[in-house]
């Protein structure tokens, strides 16, 4: 077994527990990844790569302000789609 599965564990077993927990595993999958997206626009190296990238070193904090409402929004909307599919 690949060390990266034992600490973090096999993307198979995602699915699985989705259908032992009786949701569609397609719809966990996908609300997995948009976490990982949504996670992805607030990290911090992000954040820091994108200053120097666009010449704003120095107005981080501006960047994760404008990045984090985003973020909350797209959250908001994909528990919002999500959320249906759980009562199916």
Same mark, same amino acid.
């Given at each position: 077994?690949?060390?990266?599965?034992?600490?973090?564990?096999?993307?198979?077993?995602?699915?699985?527990?989705?259908?032992?927990?009786?949701?569609?595993?397609?719809?966990?999958?996908?609300?997995?990844?948009?976490?990982? +997206?949504?996670?992805?626009?607030?990290?911090?190296?992000?954040?820091?790569?994108?200053?120097?990238?666009?010449?704003?070193?120095?107005?981080?904090?501006?960047?994760?302000?404008?990045?984090?409402?985003? &973020?909350? +929004?797209?959250?908001?909307?994909?528990?919002?789609?999500?959320?249906? &599919?759980?009562?199916?």
């Amino acid at each position: 077994m690949p060390a990266w599965t034992r600490r973090w564990g096999s993307p198979l077993r995602r699915p699985v527990s989705a259908e032992r927990l009786g949701l569609s595993p397609i719809l966990a999958c996908a609300a997995n990844s948009n976490g990982g +997206a949504i996670g992805k626009m607030i990290d911090a190296q992000s954040i820091v790569v994108t200053g120097v990238a666009t010449g704003q070193q120095g107005n981080e904090g501006e960047i994760l302000r404008y990045a984090f409402w985003h &973020s909350i +929004a797209l959250a908001s909307l994909v528990g919002v789609c999500r959320t249906p &599919s759980v009562d199916a």
